[in-house]
Structures are given as C-alpha cells and as structure tokens.
C-alpha cells in the first residue's frame, strides 16, 4: 500500500486518479452518495477509538498517513502513537459491503466477516493482524500494522534495506523460500477440519458467478478488437464447458485472493496474511493459482523457479492425477476474466497501473490455451481463433511452460 501523508482541512494533497478511486468506491458503498472525509473528522475518530480501546486508551496520537489500497472500497490510516506498547496501529474504516462470493449465506458483511475470520484463522496457526478494538458500530477497527513489505516487492524487486535483511536473513534464493511459505499455508488451510459455525465453510462460488466473470474478456477485450458473431459463439461455448467443469472440482477452503499484494513479509522473515474476508469453499488449486501467476508474478518469478513452486505445491499437497486439468481450467478461468477486469479497469475506468498488466495477462492465457486445447471440447477452435485475435496469446503459445510432472504417488 502507498503511504500518502495528509496535512490541511481536506485531503488536497491527493492525486487526480485517487480521488477519482474514492468517489467511485465510496459512490458504490454508499449506494449513489458520494462522501467526503475532513481530516480533522478522521484524526477525531482515530482519537475516539485509541480512548476506547483498552490497549490505547492513554496513548498520544501523533500523526496520521492514510493509506492508498488496492480496489477495496475500504480506507485504512496508520495511526502513529507514543506513550504506547506498539508505535503504530492501522485504522480500518468499514463499508458494510457484501463482497464477491455469491453462493451459499449472504446475511454477513465483509467487515463482519473479516471479524470472525480473524478469530477462525489465528486460532488454526494462520499469522493474520491482531485485531485491537472491534468498532463496528462505529464503522471502524483498528488492527496490528503488519508493515510496509508486502511479498511482491520481493519477486518484483522493489527493494529497500529492509527488505535486503530479510534476505540476509533466508539466505539462497530467499523469494523461492518466501512463497513457499506462502504454500505452506495454503496446506494450513485446506487441511482445518470443516467447522459449521464458521461463514468460510457456509459459502462457495456457483455456476452463474464463474461465467459471468469469464464473460469480461470477450465483454471488454474480444467485442472492442472486432471479435466475429460466429468466433464470439466458439468463445461462449468454451467458457460453459471451462465453468461447468470448474464447478465440478472438489471445494477446498480458501482465501479467494491469495496473491502477493496480499501476503505481507515480517522483518523475521515469515509470512502475514491479510484481506481474507471473502474466504470460502472453492476449487483447491485457486490460491497457488493466484499465487505464483496474478499480476504477472509468473514472470517475476521466471520460468524455473515457477514450475519448481508449482512442483513443492502438488508434492506437499498430495495432488491426485486431476490437478494438471483443474490446474489449468482454473487457469484459463483466471486469465479470461482478469485480462478483461484489467481492460476494464484500465481503458474505461482510467486506472492507469491495471494496464501494465494486461500483456503478461494475455500470454499467460495463450500458454494454457495450449497446454489445455485438448481436453476441452472446442478449445482447439478458440485457440486457433485467438492467436489470430492477440498478438501476446500468440506469443504466448509459443512457449506454454509445461506443468511439472505429478508426484509418483498421484499417478
């Protein structure tokens, strides 16, 4: 997340693009009634919530930065304090949102949610931000400050000091080692006995969800460069038989956005997790392929040390002789929808930095369009069709990065 510090009345240090970002999530979470935050109004209930919590309650609120996220319509602040245990604290404020997954309860928020998925995850040995002051009613939280290092700038090579101790620290291929911890928590989590009482284990994704977000591609990338009637049919076809076959897939409990924006890297070097609100049962190859593939962190971290995560997954997870398949239909899922959510974003939205992403996007899915042409009724056409439509897919085909051979035992 980019640290903004805010000084005057208003928020008039703020770029064009985020104020463009805040009107329009806030627009959606508040149902068509745009909102504007007076800082004064923000450092007031920053102070509320210190003298409420039992921990803060006679700490010294020294300054506030706000914190620019990702698409969430949530805000978050550090709050910098003295005269307490910890020298910051994040500042959630709340959006009573419901959140993605639309299969099975829907009663819950996403901050509700957040809530008792904190309690759930910490109580099974998952490292995620302690919450300090549950304020709902008041629209916020305040929660652990887990840090400025989130694990892409490690496979992107977004370096400062601090990151090059953590190195120091792993030793020999210290990104390799990162996102293995990373799968090892995926392992974590699939394998916690299903728990009724928990909304992770009482919700999932449905057929109707699946195709309507592989839609994006052809609704925001294929429609745009002139996609014919009879190639956009193929294209429909394909994406029935990829989502009917995904909703097939045995359902496993997972983050839902398991990616390196996400997962956060401690000084000591291990791992955090945070935005795990909308964990639920889905496909269990989902988060390592949001994992090693999202935001082009295939290509960070390069052909080989990519098919060696991939091998450490299937090997510590026991796959059965199904993953390549669910691997790469989830895959294909994937890049579909997020080459067109990237578009989207990018080109209609004006959200510039989703753009740089869309090439990578796009070569990845012709990659699995090959690997996978052949196991899916009708692919072979789409492939042959596309290559023709994207000059990345093409590019793509061309070098498809095999999967690594199965373990001996799921043979």
Not at 258 to 274: A, C, D, K, Q, W
Not at 278 to 307: E, F, Y
């Amino acid at each position: 997340m980019l640290r903004v510090t805010l000084k005057g009345e208003l928020f008039s240090l703020l770029p064009v693009q985020f104020w463009i970002g805040l009107i329009e999530d806030l627009w959606t979470a508040s149902f068509g009634r745009a909102i504007f935050l007076c800082m004064d109004d923000l450092q007031q209930q920053a102070h509320a919530l210190l003298k409420k919590s039992s921990l803060f309650s006679n700490a010294t609120l020294d300054r506030v930065d706000l914190l620019a996220g990702d698409m969430s319509t949530r805000r978050y602040a550090r709050l910098y304090l003295s005269d307490a245990k910890v020298s910051t604290v994040i500042l959630m404020l709340l959006n009573q949102g419901k959140g993605p997954v639309r299969g099975g309860r829907q009663d819950l928020t996403q901050d509700d949610t957040f809530v008792q998925l904190t309690n759930f995850l910490s109580g099974n040995g998952i490292a995620v931000p302690r919450l300090y002051l549950d304020a709902r009613k008041e629209g916020a939280l305040l929660v652990e400050d887990v840090g400025d290092m989130p694990l892409w700038h490690f496979a992107f090579r977004e370096l400062r000091d601090e990151h090059r101790k953590v190195e120091d620290l792993l030793g020999a291929d210290a990104v390799e080692k990162l996102y293995r911890q990373c799968i090892d928590i995926t392992k974590t989590l699939q394998s916690i006995p299903e728990d009724p009482k928990c909304i992770a284990f009482q919700r999932w994704v449905e057929f109707e969800q699946y195709r309507r977000e592989i839609a994006e591609f052809a609704e925001y990338y294929a429609k745009p460069k002139g996609i014919k009637p009879a190639a956009l049919k193929l294209l429909e076809n394909a994406y029935d038989a990829i989502c009917e076959s995904i909703c097939s897939h045995p359902r496993k409990l997972s983050h839902f956005d398991y990616m390196s924006h996400n997962l956060f890297v401690t000084p000591e070097g291990g791992i955090r997790v945070l935005d795990f609100q909308d964990m639920c049962l889905v496909s269990p190859v989902r988060d390592i392929v949001s994992l090693i593939n999202d935001r082009d962190t295939d290509s960070a971290l390069g052909k080989s040390r990519h098919a060696r995560l991939l091998e450490y997954f299937m090997k510590e997870l026991a796959v059965d002789a199904a993953f390549p398949q669910r691997y790469n239909e989830y895959m294909l899922h994937w890049d579909f929808r997020v080459s067109g959510r990237f578009v989207l974003l990018a080109e209609q939205r004006g959200i510039a930095r989703y753009g740089k992403w869309i090439p990578g996007t796009l070569r990845r899915l012709g990659r699995t369009l090959v690997r996978a042409h052949r196991d899916i009724h009708g692919l072979s056409d789409v492939l042959d069709m596309l290559v023709k439509l994207s000059p990345e897919i093409r590019e793509g085909s061309e070098d498809p990065w095999d999967l690594p051979l199965l373990p001996r035992a799921a043979k």
